[in-house]
């Protein structure tokens, strides 16, 4: 058997189309067009590349595009500018700050200054916060995005997570601590445990789930023999590993190419919840304008 792809690159290309509508839809109902501002700090190649697909994309759903970029020696206090102006721009309508920032930076206090309503990653505390305190309301406030891309890849494929085991692998802020609070819903209804380095017996949690969400950070963590026959894996997870010849590093992802022989549904690395994940920002943006607009209207 060879699992079925969950093609997150295809996925992508019809949200965004989907937005882009809805964009369009605003800007003819008289609304500004709403914008995505992104932070960039330092000159690390892959933020940057991350930040230039971020931009893309909102450039094909048609969201105005704000950059901001500060040098590697930034200070604290330089971050906060840009957080200020940010919050104060109207036409920003959500933005994300690039992880990971410098260590010079207090990346909490810099989170937690982002404007609730424009926190297009999820990620501010208020709105964790009510992911987890109103974890059967209807979705009022931004979710995160690598978790809503994950949910959101497997229902476009016509899979049902209700009453589904669902074994994450990592802690990390922007998957394993918010996906929990996301898949327990009762719209959703899934059994989460959630495992990470210090898990006992991780080949014992992994044998026994519907879906691994795989986001560790550790290359193949997930091996076929630990993977029950027709799971659902989602690899989610990238790592670089170094050419032992000395050629250039290339990026990995948690599973072994081999877990496809196992899996029924596999999410590949690239080509899954990455591309996803981008279009569920941009959806995060266009809702918060949405919420704008009909907070005007009324
Ligand atoms: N504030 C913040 N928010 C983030 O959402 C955030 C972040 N910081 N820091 C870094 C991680 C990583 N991340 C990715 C997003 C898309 C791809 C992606 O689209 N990858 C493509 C390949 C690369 C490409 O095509 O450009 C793929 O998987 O097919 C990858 C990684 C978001 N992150």
Redesign the pocket.
Known sequence: MTAQILD??AT?KTIKEELAERVTRLVEGGHERPGLATVLVGEDP??A??V???HRDSEQIGLHSIQKHLPADATQADVEAVVDELNADPTCTGY?????LPKQIDTDAILERIDPAKDA?G?HPMNLGRLVLNAYTEITTPLP??PRAVIELMERHGLDLRGKDVVVVGRGI?VGRSIGALLTRREYNATVTLCHTGTTDLPAHLRRADVIVAAAGAAHLVRPEDVKPGAIVLDVG?SRQEDPEGGKAK?VGDVDPAVAEVAAWIS???????????AL?MKNVVESAERAAAVSAD
């Open positions: 997150g690159k992508a892959g933020s590349a991350y230039r697909g971020k994300i700050v690039q992880l990971p990653d990620l995005c690598t922007t990238v990026l590949p690395n690239p080509g899954g919840v990455g591309p996803m994940t981008r920002l």
